[in-house]
């Protein structure tokens, strides 16, 4: 380290606030939240407007849109393995930045479609700049937090999906009237430049960072030091808590990209709804969920403090998670429209609260220096499944006119993948890097 350099960490480390513990890392926080609320924004809002198109874009058809969510989701598996390096090499600031830069731009791009094809193209350039969002989330949990503040955290951040999903159906509408359906992608694409500003404003390393006091870095440090500074790809993909982590996401990401992408058209063709009609249950169903991604990251935290093992506390939540969207199977019965809503918020908070549980395994069993690779290796798996979901969705739908496999298979995917990490992963014991 050069003398300059020394002197100016010196003189940070002397500027911060001794006798106080400050909450810097809840800001952080913050930040990664709104940026999962934009992302989830900038990827409903198709959703929400499908129906609506289909008068004005040729040939949009539900087969033709399971394609659509095809290419977004084949573009999100390439981008997350991508995004996980980069994020692991260049560090969080500046691969955050480059990611929602490159979204921002592509989200706005649907504006310009004008066929099946360029709504095609302009969705797999947001997939390719969104895949980053939760790669570079992890890691700055992973940075910022110690290891039983962790799944608090990322449900916190993760809770941010819900309240895009929220967003999405309360402006849409507003921003479909006021700026045309054209206007309304442009109008959320920017969003994200507005965030990258307080960005690069706000972020610093902990270690670097002039708001954090004495108090709050040892917090955030006082897990055992990590000796492996760099874990290169070669290292990281052959680990069989690797593969526990990208199965497990493998089969449970595709059931929350059916919510996202197919959930507005299910209530709009099967109850009949306008897109004005279909705002307050989807704002409800998403309020619903945001009890799961906080409290389902809280359970496991509440039981390690009682003692229990990380490996008992997050199987014990992620169990109880699973069990919560059992009944969604039950949806495609129900002819009452808030009873469907409640099923389905239920299921969604379970998937949420699974999800707090499920990224805080990375972070867990690998050294923070492997975190984000890991993250994109779990994160491309899961896009693949939802690459194959997708299409199946649609021809399902466009077939059977049902949607009663796609709610048995969400019903069935948590358990089996519960099973499956347990059997890869019994101890969930630190992956054998050194």
């Known amino acids: 380290m050069s003398s300059e350099s020394g002197d100016s960490q010196a003189a940070i480390a002397g500027a911060r606030p001794a006798d106080r513990m400050s909450h810097q890392r809840w800001v952080i926080c913050a930040l990664l939240f709104l940026a999962t609320v934009i992302a989830y924004v900038d990827r409903g809002v198709l959703a929400y407007i499908k129906k609506f198109l289909e008068g004005i874009i040729p040939g949009l058809n539900d087969v033709n849109y399971g394609f659509i969510l095809a290419a977004f989701q084949a573009a999100y598996a390439i981008g997350m393995v991508v995004a996980g390096g980069l994020t692991d090499k260049l560090g969080t600031r500046k691969a955050f930045a480059i990611a929602i830069s490159i979204w921002s731009v592509a989200a706005m791009l649907p504006g310009a479609a ?3 094809v360029t709504f095609g193209i302009a969705m797999f350039l947001l ?68 965030w990258l500003v307080f960005w690069l404003i706000i972020y610093r390393r902990p270690e670097e960072h002039p708001r954090v006091s004495k108090a709050e870095l040892a917090l955030i440090l006082s897990d055992p030091p990590e000796k492996i500074e760099k874990v290169p790809w070669s290292r990281v993909l052959p680990c069989k808590e690797t593969w526990a982590f990208a199965i497990g996401k493998f089969l449970t990401d595709p059931i929350w990209w059916f919510y996202l992408f197919w959930l507005p058209l299910y209530l709009q063709t099967t109850f009949h709804l306008s897109l004005r009609g279909c705002q307050l249950p989807l704002a409800v169903v998403y309020a619903i969920s945001i009890v799961g991604s906080v409290y389902g990251g809280a359970i496991s935290a509440a039981l390690m403090k009682r003692g229990m093992s990380p490996n008992a506390a997050r199987k014990i939540a992620m169990l109880i998670c699973a069990l919560c969207i059992v009944p969604v199977f039950s949806a495609p019965f129900i002819h009452s429209l808030w009873t469907v809503v409640a099923v389905v918020g239920l299921a ?68 089996i993948a519960l099973l499956v990490i347990h059997a890869i992963s019994p101890r969930m014991a630190p992956a054998p890097l050194n």
């Open 114 to 116: 004008f066929s099946v």
């Open 348 to 415: 969604t908070a379970g998937h949420q609260g699974w999800s707090a549980n499920v990224f805080t395994l990375p972070s867990d069993m690998f050294p923070k220096a492997a975190v984000a690779s890991v993250v994109g290796i779990g994160g491309m798996a899961g896009a693949i499944g939802g690459v194959l979901l997708q299409p199946a969705t649609g021809f399902i739908v466009s077939l059977t006119h049902s949607y009663l496999p796609l709610f048995v298979v969400a019903c069935l995917a948590y358990p």
């Open 127 to 194: 997939g390719l700049g969104e895949a980053a969002n939760f790669p570079a989330c992890i890691k700055t949990v992973a940075e910022w937090f110690p290891r039983r503040e962790r799944a608090y955290a990322t449900g916190i951040f993760n809770s941010g999906a819900n309240i895009g999903n929220i967003v999405v159906p309360l402006v849409v509408p507003f921003l479909v009237a006021r700026f045309s359906w054209r206007g309304a992608f442009v109008v959320t694409g920017a969003m994200g430049v507005v």
